[in-house]
């Protein structure tokens, strides 16, 4: 079936639901030609607030992202939301578990959902999340939220990606301290305690502030804050912050910085998956990795030296 990318890329520019979530679906399954769109598209974007939000499992992050995504609208602002669920072990698709938390606003004219499963990658992100958001970014969003999978420790991709990162934590997890250990400490911006109504509240709120005050002095200390996602308490409060920190971060120069940082990563992994395609390809067609195992094998080679051929060829 032949696809008019044109008439997918005037559908993104001129808000159509339908085409654009078309050309989500292409860049997810990586159509090569939908690389043309995604260049193009590219020129249109940066104005989005990009907002990473991540935690463990039942911290409650797609409820936390419903009740933001209510909360702009109620500013009049236009909302994406990238939910990143646990793949099918048989389609290879989200189960959509987070769609299903967010049945309210999907019908909403202002809000675009957008599911997708982390296919075997790691990190808490699908592969193609970062060019969704990109599509979301050109459609118009004012924000975009990016709900990971819910993460460990180290599942930190997310800090590729968003422009803020919201950690969310909830008491009662047994060691709380284990929950907010360094790696997914140290990319918050913002700190939420949701589930405020269980008990071990204050406990955690003063850990996690004496945690804080370890990090380097020279940085913002980001904000520790309280919410119960279920009722919206506190969740008004969470925008506001976010929003005071993006005028911050652009007033200082953080936020450009920040963005300059994700997009020389960005370019970075691409070049990883050309290059990983091409050997692949050269592999397949030729014999080569058999060739070289062998040699390694017999140890006439080693790992090193067969990288550097690998490369040179190519």
Same mark, same amino acid.
């Given at each position: 079936? @032949?696809?008019? !990318?044109?008439?997918?890329?005037?559908?993104?520019?001129?808000?159509?639901?339908?085409?654009?979530?078309? &050309?989500? /679906?292409?860049?997810?399954?990586?159509?090569?030609?939908?690389?043309?769109?995604?260049?193009?598209?590219?020129?249109?974007?940066?104005?989005?607030?990009?907002?990473?939000?991540?935690?463990?499992?039942?911290?409650?992050?797609?409820?936390?992202?419903?009740?933001?995504?209510?909360?702009?609208?109620?500013?009049?602002?236009?909302?994406?939301?990238?939910?990143? @669920?646990?793949?099918?072990?048989?389609?290879?698709?989200?189960?959509?578990?987070?769609?299903?938390?967010?049945?309210?606003?999907?019908?909403?004219?202002?809000? !675009?959902? *957008?599911?997708?499963?982390?296919?075997?990658?790691?990190?808490?992100?699908?592969?193609?999340?970062?060019?969704?958001?990109?599509?979301?970014?050109?459609?118009? %969003?004012?924000?975009?939220?990016?709900?990971?999978?819910?993460?460990?420790?180290?599942?930190?991709?997310?800090?590729?990606?968003?422009?803020?990162? %919201?950690?969310?934590?909830?008491?009662?997890?047994?060691?709380?301290?284990?929950?907010?250990?360094?790696?997914?400490?140290?990319?918050?911006?913002?700190?939420?305690?949701?589930?405020?109504? *269980?008990?071990?509240?204050?406990?955690?709120?003063?850990?996690?502030?004496?945690?804080?005050?370890?990090?380097?002095?020279?940085?913002? *200390?980001?904000?520790?804050?309280?919410?119960?996602?279920?009722?919206?308490?506190?969740?008004?409060?969470?925008?506001?912050?976010?929003?005071?920190?993006?005028?911050?971060?652009?007033?200082?120069?953080?936020?450009?910085?920040?963005?300059?940082?994700?997009?020389?990563?960005?370019?970075?992994?691409?070049? /990883?998956?050309?290059?990983?395609?091409?050997?692949?390809?050269?592999? &397949?067609?030729?014999?080569?990795?058999?060739?070289?195992?062998?040699?390694?094998?017999?140890?006439?080679?080693?790992?090193?030296?067969?990288?550097?051929?690998?490369?040179?060829?190519?």
């Amino acid at each position: 079936m @032949d696809i008019d !990318f044109q008439k997918l890329l005037d559908g993104v520019l001129n808000k159509d639901v339908r085409l654009t979530s078309r &050309a989500i /679906t292409l860049v997810e399954n990586e159509n090569p030609e939908s690389v043309s769109m995604l260049k193009k598209l590219f020129k249109h974007t940066g104005n989005a607030k990009i907002i990473g939000i991540t935690g463990p499992p039942g911290s409650g992050k797609s409820t936390l992202t419903d009740k933001l995504a209510k909360a702009a609208r109620h500013q009049g602002k236009t909302v994406g939301i990238v939910a990143v @669920d646990p793949t099918s072990p048989f389609t290879g698709g989200a189960i959509l578990g987070d769609r299903v938390r967010m049945q309210e606003i999907s019908t909403d004219p202002g809000v !675009f959902i *957008r599911s997708m499963g982390t296919r075997g990658q790691l990190g808490g992100l699908a592969k193609a999340t970062m060019s969704a958001v990109r599509v979301l970014d050109a459609y118009g %969003c004012d924000y975009i939220f990016i709900e990971t999978v819910g993460v460990g420790q180290s599942e930190v991709d997310i800090i590729k990606l968003a422009d803020l990162v %919201c950690i969310v934590l909830i008491p009662g997890m047994g060691d709380d301290i284990q929950s907010i250990k360094a790696g997914i400490m140290e990319i918050g911006d913002i700190f939420t305690i949701n589930k405020c109504d *269980r008990e071990g509240v204050e406990r955690l709120y003063t850990e996690l502030n004496m945690m804080l005050d370890l990090r380097d002095s020279s940085e913002v *200390r980001p904000p520790v804050l309280k919410t119960i996602a279920q009722t919206g308490e506190g969740v008004s409060e969470m925008l506001e912050e976010a929003d005071k920190l993006f005028y911050n971060m652009k007033e200082s120069g953080k936020l450009q910085k920040r963005r300059k940082r994700n997009l020389k990563i960005e370019v970075e992994n691409i070049l /990883t998956s050309i290059f990983v395609k091409k050997v692949n390809k050269v592999a &397949a067609e030729t014999g080569l990795m058999d060739d070289y195992a062998d040699k390694m094998s017999k140890k006439e080679s080693d790992p090193f030296t067969v990288a550097e051929d690998i490369l040179n060829k190519l």
